[in-house]
């Protein structure tokens, strides 16, 4: 067998710190490194494969449409396209869709509508409101709405026209905004940035500076949408509805595929203005459709919520035992675990060992998301390695 490790080593570029895994095969929960050693997967792709790896009517999706049309472009209408835009509007409170290929680029556009409509409405304005700790994406727009400055130190100067202001504080926002601002970027649960959760009445306030000073809403709902937090988007929980939404991750079950999601009054992008080769194509929209129609369809939601309450009180439970954890936070299946002290990466490796996968996201935080189909047994088995691993770590 191939050193997979050194191959990498030598021909790809070094810009991500791996874990010493090689990934090769996976099932609903489980999957499979290159030795046949099994794994638990509460990562699930960074909260991608929200059906679990390789669902059934996912393969049928990509299957069925691999064999039919994978791609024309953007010049003709395509079927899967238009299905998966008239379900997406079907089930929020937007009224049109645009897709493209990542939530990167989905803000990108989202911030571009904006700017379009601070021209139109707001004499030109063009100053997009972020905040601190937030996650936007990589490109050099998306690094510059991003509030945290180790992305964006090696490639200063950074594109104007953004403001990272304090998460959770509406005064932040008010004195931030000026003739210039056009919109408020925001995540309503901040998954990079550590699974801090947005107040509904901070969320309810930002809706109402919107409203008062005739700003935009982007909710950045790359990580949120699509049933993570136990409602079909997050925005769901507060009350509140976005003027612009962008989807991402657990879209599309694993296919490159992101979406902007406007208000009639907020997609003011017309022919020419916008626009993405593969973006939305037949083949990664069929999945995204049966993707989302199978969440709609399987009470997944209600599942999120069961699980999201009962690995709570597993949690809760561990807490109590092991005084190294901290806090517990987050909704429905996008959780974290802090610790008192920088141990995370200690516990993710020990957690690899004993064959579970969970996400550091910061020095002492360990991020919990698995699959939205996950089942009590599952959750049950995280819990005991997770015991086992807390056990290890708190020492004498
Ligand atoms: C992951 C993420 C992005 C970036 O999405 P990519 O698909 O990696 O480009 C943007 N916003 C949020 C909230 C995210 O979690």
Not at 203 to 218: F, N, S
Not at 220 to 233: I, L, P, S, Y
Request: charged letters at 20%; proline letters at 4%; aromatic letters at 8%.
């Amino acid at each position: 067998m191939p050193d997979w490790q050194a191959l990498e080593r030598q021909y790809y570029m070094q810009t991500v710190k791996r874990l010493p895994v090689t990934l090769v095969r996976g099932q609903g929960t489980r999957v499979w490194d290159d030795k046949g050693k099994e794994y638990l997967d509460f990562v699930a792709g960074w909260a991608v494969t929200s059906l679990g790896h390789c669902h059934p009517v996912v393969i049928q999706a990509l299957t069925e449409q691999a064999g039919t049309l994978i791609h024309t472009s953007n010049q003709f209408y395509t079927v899967p396209q238009i299905m998966l835009a008239e379900l997406l509007v079907k089930h929020s409170c937007l009224d049109r869709v645009f897709l493209s290929n990542s939530g990167t680029e989905a803000n990108e556009g989202a911030v571009k509508m904006a700017r379009k409509y601070g021209k139109i409405y707001r004499n030109n304005a063009f100053e997009v409101i972020t905040t601190m700790n937030s996650f936007h994406g990589r490109t050099l727009a998306m690094v510059a709405a991003t509030g945290q400055a180790n992305f964006q130190s090696p490639y200063v100067p950074m594109p104007a026209g953004f403001i990272n202001v304090e998460y959770n504080q509406i005064e932040a926002i008010r004195r931030a905004t000026s003739d210039n601002t056009c919109a408020i970027m925001i995540e309503v649960i901040q998954g990079e940035g550590g699974v801090n959760v947005a107040s509904d009445e901070y969320l309810q306030e930002v809706r109402a500076w919107c409203d008062e000073k005739g700003l935009l809403l982007i909710l950045d709902e790359v990580q949120t949408g699509v049933g993570r937090t136990g409602t079909m988007f997050g925005y769901e929980h507060s009350g509140i509805e976005p003027d612009i939404m962008t989807l991402a991750k657990g879209l599309g079950s694993g296919v490159p595929i992101g979406a902007i999601l406007a208000k009639e009054k907020a997609a003011v992008l017309e022919p020419g203005e916008h626009g993405a080769t593969f973006g939305g194509n037949a083949l990664v929209s069929a999945a995204a459709y049966a993707t989302v129609k199978y969440v709609l369809d399987n009470d997944i939601l209600g599942n999120v919520c069961r699980m999201s309450d009962y690995m709570l009180v597993r949690l809760q439970e561990l807490r109590a035992k092991y005084p190294l954890i901290t806090d517990i936070r987050g909704r429905g299946l996008l959780m974290a675990l802090q610790f008192r002290r920088d141990v995370a990466e200690d516990a993710l490796m020990a957690c690899l060992d004993k064959g579970l996968l969970v996400n550091r996201v910061k020095p002492n935080t360990l991020r919990l998301m698995p699959a939205l189909t996950i089942g009590r047994d599952e959750v049950d088995r995280a819990m005991v390695i997770l015991g086992q691993v807390m056990e290890d770590l708190q020492g004498p």
